[in-house]
C-alpha cells in the first residue's frame, strides 16, 4: 500500500516536472516573441525619429523661406498700388472688349434694320414713281387728247416703216455683228445641257401659252369671230417664226432677230383694221428668247464638232 502511494506520488512529480517543463518553454518561446517585438518597435521607433528629425528639419527651412518670403514681400508692398492699376486696366479692357462686342451685335442688327428700311423706301418710291408716271401719263393724254394720240400713230407708222425697208431692201450686216457679241455671251454664259434645258423650258412656255390663248387678243365682241380672227394673226406670226427657226445658222441670228420683230410690227399693224388684233408681246419675248438659244445650241454643236476634228 505504501508502495502505491510513492508511486503515485512520484508519477504526480513526474508529470509536475514535465508540465513545468513544458511551461518554461512555452514561456521561453513568448519571451523571445515578446523581444523580438520589442527590437521591432525599437527600430520602427528609431525610424520615426529619423524621420521627425527630417520633418523638423524641412519645417525649419520653410520657416526660414517663409521668413525670406516675408522679407521680399515686404520690399514690393510699396508696388502694390502699381500691381492694383495693373489689375484694374486688365479689369476695364475686359469691360471695353465686351462692351465692342456688344456693339458690333447691336451695330449688326442695327444695319439689317436699316437695309430693310431702306428696301421698304425703295420699293415705296418705285411704287410711287410708278404711280406718277402713270398718272402723268394719264395728264399728258388729257390735256394732249388727239396730238398724243397721233404721236403714238406716227411711232407705230414709224416702226412700220422701218420693217417694209428691211423686207424690201434687206437686212444690214451690222445686225449680225452685234449679234455675234450677244451670242458670245451666251455661250460664256450656258454650256451644251444647260442651253438644251434652257430651250427646253421655253419651247414648253410656248407651248402652254398657245393652249391657254396667249398668243394675241383682239376687241371682237363675238366669240368666233374673235377666235377666228386671233388664230389667223397668231398662224401668221407663228409661221414667220419656224421659218426662221428652219433657216437659222450660227451667223444670221441677228438678221433673223430682227426680221421677227419686223413681222410682229407689220402683223400687228394690219390687225387695226381686225378690231386691233395683234400678238402679245410676252408671246413675241418668248419666240425671240427661243430663237436665241437655238443659236446657241448650234454654236455649241459646231464647236464640239470642230474640237473633236481637231483632236
Known amino acids: 500500500m505504501w508502495m502505491i502511494a510513492v508511486f503515485a506520488l512520484a508519477i504526480a512529480l513526474i508529470l509536475q516536472f514535465l508540465y513545468s517543463i513544458q511551461v518554461r518553454k512555452q514561456l521561453r518561446t513568448n519571451i523571445r516573441s515578446l523581444q523580438e517585438n520589442l527590437d521591432h518597435s525599437r527600430a520602427k521607433l528609431a525610424e520615426y525619429e529619423t524621420q521627425t528629425h527630417d520633418l523638423n528639419y524641412e519645417l525649419t527651412q520653410l520657416r526660414v523661406q517663409v521668413s525670406s518670403l516675408k522679407t521680399d514681400l515686404n520690399k514690393y508692398l510699396k508696388y502694390q498700388d502699381i500691381c492694383d492699376i495693373e489689375q484694374y486696366i486688365i479689369s476695364r479692357t475686359l469691360q471695353a472688349e465686351n462692351f465692342v462686342e456688344m456693339t458690333k451685335v447691336d451695330a449688326s442688327i442695327m444695319i439689317e434694320d436699316i437695309k430693310a428700311y431702306i428696301e421698304r423706301v425703295k420699293d415705296y418710291i418705285n411704287r410711287y414713281q410708278k404711280q406718277a408716271l402713270q398718272n402723268v401719263d394719264e395728264q399728258a393724254r388729257e390735256k394732249l387728247k388727239g396730238y398724243f394720240k397721233q404721236a403714238e400713230e406716227q411711232q407705230r407708222l414709224s416702226e412700220v416703216i422701218t420693217a417694209l425697208e428691211h423686207k424690201i431692201q434687206g437686212y444690214p450686216t451690222t445686225l449680225n455683228y452685234s449679234a455675234d457679241h450677244f451670242m458670245q455671251q451666251l455661250i460664256d454664259d450656258f454650256n451644251q445641257h444647260d442651253a438644251v434645258k434652257r430651250l427646253t423650258d421655253i419651247r414648253e412656255r410656248i407651248e402652254q401659252a398657245k393652249q391657254q390663248g396667249q398668243i394675241a387678243t383682239c376687241n371682237y365682241v363675238d ?40 413681222d ?26 427661243e430663237l436665241k438659244f437655238a443659236a446657241v445650241l448650234k454654236q455649241l454643236e459646231r464647236t464640239q464638232v470642230r474640237d473633236e476634228q481637231m483632236g
Not at 388664230?231 to 428652219?246: P, V
Not at 400687228?268 to 381686225?274: A, E, I, Q, R
Not at 395683234?278 to 419675248?285: A, P, R
Open 264 to 289: 410682229y410690227v407689220l402683223i400687228n399693224f394690219k390687225g387695226t383694221d381686225l378690231s386691233q388684233a395683234h400678238i402679245l408681246e410676252s408671246y413675241l419675248e418668248l419666240r425671240l428668247e
Open 223 to 262: 366669240d368666233s369671230r374673235r377666235n377666228t380672227t386671233v388664230e389667223l394673226i397668231g398662224m401668221a406670226f407663228n409661221s414667220k417664226a419656224d421659218l426662221y427657226l428652219q433657216q437659222l445658222t450660227a451667223d444670221n441670228l441677228g438678221e433673223l432677230l430682227q426680221a421677227l420683230r419686223d
